[in-house]
């Protein structure tokens, strides 16, 4: 009843830029946290960045400086500014929510932590 759905992944070279987007679909009543996880081949995923829907924002150290995060709250949108891409940046990128959603099975609110599917992200030359 809730989907996330990413785009914005792709090949690019080292020092480049790319913005990944994240819409949430469904019967949402509310959306919390939204943010950014990553995993590379062979390690396990890591938070990237989280935005409260207060503009609140999280960021791993790694990304710190090079990364932003926003979210536009009436397009239940997150998106993800990369800048001064580095190879060690090459993972999927998943987007994770915190939802509230109307549950037509049951007639009530429920909240949900849900995942996107990932968008793959390589950074080389």
């Known amino acids: 009843q809730v989907q996330l759905v990413e785009s914005g992944g792709g090949l690019v070279q080292p020092g480049g830029s790319l913005r990944l987007s994240c819409a949430a679909s469904?019967?949402?009543?509310?959306?919390?946290?939204m943010g950014w996880y990553r995993q590379a081949p062979g390690k396990e995923r890591e938070l990237v960045a989280r935005i409260t829907n207060g503009g609140s924002t999280t960021y791993a150290d790694s990304v710190k400086g090079r990364f932003t995060i926003s979210r536009d709250n009436a397009k239940n949108t997150v998106y993800l500014q990369m800048n001064s891409l580095k190879p060690e940046d090459t993972a999927v990128y998943y987007c994770n929510a915190g939802i509230r959603y109307y549950n037509r099975n049951s007639g009530r609110i429920n909240y949900e932590d849900f995942w996107g599917k990932g968008t793959l992200v390589t950074v080389s030359s």
């Open positions: 469904g019967s949402i009543s509310n959306i919390n946290v």
